[in-house]
């Protein structure tokens, strides 16, 4: 069982920048991929990055490439999303993920995640 707590969100102008961790706690490894996730109000969950579990690969939704930066420090049982040049279309609740499946980080699907966090509010203004 990995427990994960996220934070950093909030509120921010167009063009903005924000950094959410994910605290990871439960288990001694950290044999698991990691991802972040976000939901919009009326919209379904969607795939934001994902990282494997050494943290050399990653994979990226369109929509945020260029712009977001996903990492992880195993040290510290913690992932990290940089958020760069935010933008209105970005408000959404963030939500950590894990999955125990070593190439879930290529997968946009939520069903393929094991574990979730109960998400953080990201809000851009315009």
């Known amino acids: 069982q990995v427990v994960l707590v996220e934070s950093g969100g909030g509120l921010v102008q167009d063009g903005g920048s924000l950094r959410l961790s994910c605290a990871a706690s439960?288990?001694?490894?950290?044999?698991?991929?990691m991802g972040w996730f976000r939901q919009a109000p009326g919209k379904e969950r969607e795939f934001v990055a994902g990282?494997?579990?050494?943290?050399?690969?990653?994979n990226y939704a369109d929509s945020v490439k260029g712009r977001f930066t996903i990492s992880r420090d195993n040290a510290k049982n913690t992932m990290y999303l940089q958020m760069n040049n935010l933008k209105p279309e970005d408000t959404a609740r963030y939500y950590c993920?894990?999955?125990?499946?070593?190439?879930?980080?290529?997968?946009?699907?939520?069903?393929?995640?094991?574990?979730w966090g109960q998400g953080t509010q990201v809000t851009v203004s315009s």
């Open positions: 439960g288990r001694p490894d950290s044999n698991y991929a």
């Open positions: 993920v894990a999955s125990d499946r070593p190439t879930a980080y290529t997968s946009v699907t939520p069903s393929a995640w094991d574990y």
């Open positions: 990282i494997s579990r050494s943290g050399r690969t990653t």
